[in-house]
Nanobody
Framework: QVHLVQSGGGSVQAGGSLRLSCAAS??????????LGWFRQAPGKEREGVATIDGDGSSMYSNSVKGRFTISRDNAKNVLYLQMSSLKPEDTAMYYC???????????????????WGQGTQVTVSS
């Protein structure tokens, strides 16, 4: 498993932007071989996949954030990012980064695909 430490997040008004970071350590092999993802969980709701990125930089997004969020990774620094723009109140949630030491698969938006998780960071968007 990988040790993931998140930073960023906070409170912002609707239409604003925030960036989340997720630094990795203790991984096996090359960080670039890890499938990485961002998930979020709002109160009373299930955790949902938001964005994922493979080692070659290929990314996928949920329909709810497509065009507003950008996932990226710096394989030299072992850091994952989520740039969030045009934020809406419905984006309010606890956000988690996740990692698995394999290529991303068809199940990349399923929690069960990942075996390492960050501690979570709160994002609150006010109207």
């Amino acid at each position: 498993q990988v040790h993931l430490v998140q930073s960023g997040g906070g409170s912002v008004q609707a239409g604003g932007s925030l960036r989340l970071s997720c630094a990795a350590s203790g991984y096996t092999g090359s960080y670039s071989n890890y499938c990485l993802g961002w998930f979020r969980q709002a109160p009373g709701k299930e955790r949902e996949g938001v964005a994922t990125i493979d080692g070659d930089g290929s990314s996928m997004y949920s329909n709810s954030v497509k065009g507003r969020f950008t996932i990226s990774r710096d394989n030299a620094k072992n850091v994952l990012y989520l740039q969030m723009s045009s934020l809406k109140p419905e984006d309010t949630a606890m956000y988690y980064c996740a990692a698995v030491g394999a290529l991303c698969t068809w199940g990349r938006f399923r929690q069960q695909e990942y075996n390492s998780w960050g501690q979570g960071t709160q994002v609150t968007v006010s109207s």
